[in-house]
């Protein structure tokens, strides 16, 4: 038993879902940590574009890859609606810190409740699955099916590159600033 707790097959499928949910995460800090918005609707976000790549690859045979980022862009661009329709004029009126958030997390709330009860009449309730990249590669002793192996280079390539972007352009130190001290990045100009 304790062989199979401490498989490096187990290590490994730890940290490939460790690093989605790591991807997750950077998304919601980056979002509160700029913008003081408290998004519940995030997992909801994330839920959605995978039903979005898991219909693209089942109706009209799109790689999940591909999938992945035609999605994000569906899901900027709805990001980017949102914020023009719901919290422009939020984040424009300078309202206390903390009556940003509370109001931003109503409004998450409701963006939440609407998009788990779209997903529940769109799609079924019942588990779906595909096959994608399903052979394994063995590394050592260790036996990783090729999609997981894939997934998980791809969440540490994005997360290294927000990583390069925020520590190297001038608008990821920006939001760096932004992030670590909201009154003084305003003071020196950052918007």
């Known amino acids: 038993m304790l062989e199979t ?3 490096g097959q187990l290590l490994f499928a730890a940290l490939a879902t460790g690093a989605t949910y790591a991807l997750v995460a950077v998304g919601l800090n980056l979002v509160y940590g700029t913008m003081r918005l408290l998004n519940v609707a995030h997992g909801d976000v994330a839920m959605l574009g995978g039903y979005a790549t898991y219909w693209a690859f089942v109706l009209a045979g799109v790689s999940p890859l591909l999938g992945l980022v035609l999605t994000a862009a569906l899901g900027a661009g709805l990001g980017s609606l949102a914020y023009r329709g719901l919290f422009r004029r939020l984040l424009d009126a300078r309202r206390p810190t903390a009556q ?15 998009a ?3 997903a529940a009449m769109v799609f079924s309730a019942s588990a779906q699955g595909y096959r994608f990249m399903p ?3 063995r590394i050592g002793a260790v036996a990783i099916t090729e999609n997981r192996l894939v997934a998980f280079g791809v969440a540490l ?6 990583i390069g972007y925020l520590r190297l352009s001038s608008a990821g130190l920006s939001m760096r600033a932004l992030i670590e001290h909201r009154e003084a990045a305003i003071v020196v100009g950052v918007d």
């Open 100 to 114: 940003l958030e509370s109001s931003s997390l109503l409004i998450f709330f409701g963006l939440s409740i609407i």
């Open 157 to 162: 390539l994005i997360c290294a590159s927000i």
């Open 5 to 7: 707790l401490f498989s």
């Open 135 to 137: 052979d394994v590669v």
């Open 116 to 118: 788990q009860n779209l």
